[in-house]
């Protein structure tokens, strides 16, 4: 019930956001979005605006902020994306009805949309290249499995898959989840907590919308059918996570069926598992510092429309299991490598086209504009174009997308790609309601209307100067929303028009501060005569927009197959430019459980040296899960900053672009499918979770010895440095162990541990590996060259002395470990006892002096590497310095 003296206005905000607790209401004021109370303190902090009063509701002062209308986008997406709902509250009639219903009537306001970040379909809130999905989580009875669904309302895409949670985490982190929804009642469980972290922003519902008999139905009735059972066999899980998504969608949309395509059931024995963990690690998709540049993704996309763009994310992010499609997309991508012609011609047409699927998406959900329409239109006849290109014998993957380009040649698309071309004007503006979309000569009624229209206008002119003959005064006509038409004095003038003789002629209308204003009996006729004209203008243009939206709608499965399709093309043709610009070669795939890579590249690190004019030092990989001829495990020693981290991330990106159908950077690659990936490499704590450094790297190690199994692969890098050097020793040791014995899977296995080298000649399929380094005159030189057998030490103290470090400090760290090493080939390991640790302090910084050249000598010495004819050239150079 409404308080006392609450205005009309402030009921009808207040009645709207009682429906909305949950979102920022942006509630429509003329040219404003206005925000009250509470959500106007929100929104000023998070846009950084200003924040007033106007007014009082229950004795209290009325917050209030605003933003333009017209530029409203903007202020909308940073709030999205510092995870706020927003509830956009729309004017549903003008001013001009609602005074129809009386003089004090209110315009009528409506929610008419309500954004939130995983149900984005405005093209200035997206991201062009990057999905945005919307999800929900339903468990199984027994809460040991559950089913995820998704939809990206943008595109139409709508899928479920049931898996064990751990899987279905590591799906959840490759589907750029904007929002998850799930039942408030399973917020409690672990599982569900963790894939949460995973979707950003949670959105729990109530139980009873997890009813997966009700889902069934909601979904029946929504895609017009009396079963699913043609859409698939789909358990009560994942009709409840559908049902889930639906429904949030339909709320979303106040009101508005959900435009998306029949739900796809998809199985998660055809994806490769890449943890999440494993996604940061291996920068896929997004650097370690959170920007698309530096990862994976940028460095190999060519593509050129954002379709495109959007389907090599998800080829990268999800690598399949499936032999014979990563040979249809490969065999695609050896086509166009050899067919360079078109290839560049597909490519040139290709820049020009728009977003189908999202255009087509707005559309049906009513959000559409005439942009929209004429993108369209210019996706069909470019696409048509790039159709009739291709010659008919071509790779599968190429006559599959080819043949839903033929579409195009159909009447029905034919002539409605045609008639939306030759209808919307080149440079359309972004909303229908404006009108002047609809392009001149397209309709004959329109044309009459407007050529009405614009006479008016000319009889305007003439009447203007007709007013100042017989006003004998410079007066104007001016036109507004709430006037008309008027005639315009100043203040001194319309004295005179208000009196004898000219008031019989010149009727007052308004006085304002600084003009006066009058109309006449034929500015009235005429005033009419043009907003008749206007408006029935507008009505005919907004008729020819229903007829091509509905007959948009009906043709919209097949304009969805023609854009899938120009992405599928967009996808190979950036792929066969990528791998001829980095000199890219086909990888062989089998069923067997081999990697053997000959001259691998990295193609994030090697894009940036290549931009400097450096060359990237190339390095083999041979690992063989079935232990005959090259170890399946392998552990690499060398200094810090040799590459060994690269080292492993390169073949781990090499597997990942192999099985995601893509040309790799080496010049040989013949590997057996690998069924997950699992990197443990970087170091990081995670404070938020109580979790230092090493409970972290812990955990993850955790996760790879009890996941991984023989068709996996692994990357591991530098396992217990976290604690002290036995204990971190003793567990690399297990961890490789295990690696070896339990897990028996392809691995790599980064370490300082020197000790660990032996491991070599116990395990039969473990082998050693090292980076090569050289010392040249007192400094260390990287190689970045992968050779067999170990390294013989890890020149620690030499990369600290190349990361700046003090020279006293380099030279006592020298000293200390030259005491060690004899100690320990002395067989005394206690002897850091003896090392006068404090007794031998260096002096202040500022008095440190710098070692004579005796003395550097000296301590540059190896005696274990001299011969003995060194050794005494040595000891000859020596007396030459005293």
Not at 567 to 583: H, K, P, Y
Not at 820 to 846: C, H, I, S, V, W
Not at 862 to 878: I, K, M, N, S, W
Request: aromatic share 4%; proline share 4%.
């Amino acid at each position: 019930m409404t308080a006392p003296g609450t205005t009309p206005v402030m009921a009808q905000y207040l009645a709207a956001k009682e429906q909305h607790r949950d979102a920022l209401l942006f509630f429509r004021m003329g040219d404003f979005y206005e925000l009250f109370f509470e959500d106007a303190k929100t929104a000023a902090g998070a846009l950084d605006i200003a924040l007033t009063k106007r007014g009082q509701h229950l004795g209290e002062d009325i917050s209030m902020a605003g933003v333009p209308a017209h530029s409203a986008d903007a202020y909308i997406a940073k709030l999205v994306r510092k995870g706020f709902k927003i509830a956009i509250c729309d004017q549903t009639e003008d001013a001009a009805e609602a005074r129809k219903r009386g003089s004090k009537s209110v315009v009528r306001r409506d929610v008419v949309r309500i954004i939130t970040p995983g149900t984005l379909t405005e093209e200035a809130l997206l991201d062009p290249r990057h999905a945005s999905r919307l999800a929900a989580l339903a468990f199984t009875a027994g809460g040991l499995e559950a089913a995820l669904a998704w939809a990206d309302v943008s595109t139409g895409e709508f899928a479920v898959m049931e898996a064990p949670i751990q899987r279905l985490i590591d799906e959840a982190s490759a589907l750029s989840i904007g929002e998850l929804v799930i039942v408030d009642s399973d917020l409690d469980k672990a599982s569900a907590k963790a894939i949460a972290a995973v979707s950003g922003s949670v959105t729990p519902r109530p139980a009873k919308s997890a009813d997966a008999k009700a889902a069934a139905r909601t979904l029946e009735l929504g895609f017009g059918v009396q079963t699913l059972d043609g859409f698939g066999a789909f358990g009560k899980a994942e009709l409840t996570a559908l049902g889930l998504v639906y429904d949030y969608i339909s709320l979303t949309q106040a009101g508005l069926a959900p435009r998306l395509t029949p739900p796809k059931r998809v199985e998660t024995s055809g994806i490769m598992a890449i943890d999440a963990t494993t996604r940061v690690s291996l920068e896929l998709d997004r650097s370690q510092r959170g920007t698309r540049e530096g990862s994976l993704l940028a460095a190999i996309d060519r593509t050129r429309t954002a379709a495109g763009g959007r389907m090599l994310a998800e080829r990268i992010g999800r690598p399949l299991l499936d032999l014979g499609v990563i040979k249809d997309r490969l065999n695609a991508i050896e086509y166009l490598i050899g067919a360079s012609d078109q290839r560049c011609e597909v490519r040139d047409t290709l820049s020009q086209i728009p977003d189908v699927s999202r255009a087509l998406s707005r559309l049906e959900l009513g959000r559409g504009g005439p942009r929209d329409l004429r993108a369209l239109a210019i996706a069909l006849i470019e696409g048509d174009q790039i159709s009739a290109r291709l010659p008919l014998d071509l790779p599968v993957e190429l006559a599959v997308a080819q043949k839903h380009l033929g579409l195009i040649h159909q009447p029905a698309l034919a002539a409605l790609a045609h008639r939306l071309i030759a209808m919307i004007v080149p440079e359309p503006g972004l909303l229908t309601r404006d009108g002047g979309f609809v392009a001149t000569g397209f309709d004959p009624v329109l044309d009459e209307i407007r050529l009405l229209s614009t006479n008016a206008r000319q009889v305007v002119a003439n009447l203007q100067a007709e007013v100042c003959e017989q006003a004998g005064l410079p007066l104007k006509i001016r036109n507004n929303a709430v006037l008309g038409f008027f005639i315009e004095a100043t203040p001194k003038q319309g004295e005179a028009l208000m009196c004898p003789p000219l008031n019989a002629l010149f009727i007052h209308r308004q006085t304002t501060a600084s003009a006066i204003r009058f109309t006449n009996q034929r500015l009235m006729e005429l005033d009419g005569q043009i907003a008749r004209a206007s408006e029935r203008a507008l009505a005919r243009e907004l008729e020819l927009w229903n007829e091509a939206l509905a007959e948009v709608v009906r043709q919209s499965s097949a304009l969805r197959a023609a854009g899938d399709a120009l992405a599928t093309l967009d996808v190979a043709a950036g792929l066969a430019e990528w791998a001829v610009e980095t000199d890219a070669t086909r990888p062989l795939l089998d069923d067997g459980l081999g990697f053997d890579v000959r001259g691998g590249r990295h193609p994030v690190v090697e894009a940036v040296l290549r931009k400097s004019g450096e060359v990237f030092t190339s390095n083999a990989c041979h690992l063989d899960g079935a232990g005959s001829t090259a170890p399946r495990l392998t552990l690499i020693t060398g200094p810090n900053m040799a590459g060994k981290s690269t080292y492993l991330r390169q073949n781990a990106l090499l597997a990942i672009l192999a099985q995601a159908g893509s040309y790799v950077p080496a010049e040989a690659l013949n590997m057996g499918l690998v069924d997950r990936i699992f990197s443990r490499v970087g170091a990081s704590d995670d404070l938020s979770k109580g979790r230092s450094t090493f409970m972290v790297e812990m955990v993850e190690t955790a996760t790879i010895l009890n996941r991984a199994g023989p068709r996996a692969f692994v990357i591991l890098d530098e396992i217990g440095r976290g604690t002290s050097t036995y204990d971190g020793l003793a567990i690399a040791w297990a961890v490789a162990e295990h690696l070896h014995d339990s897990n028996q899977c392809r691995a790599l296995f980064a370490t300082h541990y020197h000790e660990l080298t032996a491991l070599a000649e116990r395990l039969p399929a473990c082998g050693n590996a090292s980076l090569r380094a050289k010392e040249w005159k007192g400094d260390l030189v990287f190689l970045h060259e992968v050779v067999e057998g170990a390294a013989d030490r890890s020149y620690g103290v030499q990369v600290a002395k190349l990361a700046g470090l003090p020279s006293s400090a380099v030279a006592r760290a020298k000293s200390v470990l030259n005491r060690l090493e004899k100690a320990q080939n002395n067989g005394r390991p206690g002897a850091l006892d003896d090392l006068p640790l404090f007794a031998a302090t260096n002096p202040a910084p500022e008095t440190v002096a710098t070692p004579s050249t005796l003395e550097q000598a000296l301590l540059d010495l190896d005696p274990d590497q001299l011969t003995p004819r060194e050794a005494l050239d040595f000891v000859y150079a020596l007396k030459k310095m005293l």
